[in-house]
């Protein structure tokens, strides 16, 4: 069965949120709403999320490790009799394991030579290194959560303005967007990962298809508010 003909775990908690507020909705608003839904939950944009979450740090991104980053750590990374350098390399691996190239070809003396010099080129502490690499591996030990305000370093306020100069529209706009847990944590790995691959988000189709449905849900709301006077 394809995608469409299925309700979207976004539409549907779009709708629950919308029934919650006490707005009925009629069958072809929840028809549109689950095709605009799906036209950001596409195949594409699944296959993007499951990237995981870029982690900045000292200048670098690192990333949920793949299976090449992997290879290379098991069979390289992990020999080194330092517990400091296998933790090196463990973040080496997790910055380079996307990238074409030869920098995770290195064996032996020539691998732990490389992995020094790139470690004195970052911009951070080595304590914070280590938080950035147990941030990217909790990402692979636990099912995906929504962002913990406590921890994301930016509260909803911050990040809706930040989305509104990234993306377009307005922070009110946005941190009704955001007012789902399950938005929220799309939109925040969407930015991350555009950061990280240093492109523009405001014309980016995942974001124009989440200002379409976020457009849609005002619209919504905006027309009870008339027929409610």
């Known amino acids: 069965m394809i995608d469409t003909a299925k309700l979207s775990e976004l ?12 707005i009925s909705l009629t069958p072809a ?7 605009l839904a799906w036209a950001i939950e596409k195949p594409e944009t699944r296959r993007l999320l499951s990237r995981g979450v870029p ?12 299976l090449y980053g992997q290879e290379w750590f098991d069979r390289v990374g992990c020999q080194f009799n330092s517990t400091k350098l296998q933790n090196y390399a463990l973040a080496y691996a997790m910055a380079y394991g996307r990238e074409d190239g030869d ?13 020094r010099a790139w470690v004195k080129t970052l911009r951070c502490t080595i304590g914070e290194l280590i938080v950035a690499v147990d941030q990217v591996l909790q990402q692979d030990e636990e099912p ?35 007012a789902a847990s399950y938005t929220y944590a799309m939109l925040e790995v969407m930015v991350r990962q555009n950061a ?5 988000c405001a014309s980016d189709p995942k974001m ?22």
């Open 29 to 35: 608003e929840i028809v549109e709403i689950n095709a």
């Open 196 to 200: 990280a691959d240093d492109k523009p």
């Open 144 to 178: 995906e959560q929504p962002p913990n305000k406590k921890n994301s370093g930016m509260t909803l306020g911050e990040f809706s303005a930040f989305l509104a100069s990234a993306c377009g529209a307005t922070p009110d706009f946005w941190e009704r967007r955001c």
């Open 55 to 66: 982690v900045e740090v000292g200048g670098v991104y690192l990333w949920p490790m793949t």
């Open 103 to 115: 920098r995770l070809a290195a064996e032996g003396r020539k691998a732990e030579k490389d992995i």
């Open 208 to 229: 124009k298809a989440e200002r379409a449905l976020g457009w849609k849900i005002d619209k919504i709301r905006e027309s009870r508010k008339e027929q409610n006077g």
């Open 11 to 22: 539409a549907q908690a779009e709708i629950e949120t919308l029934q919650g507020d006490g």
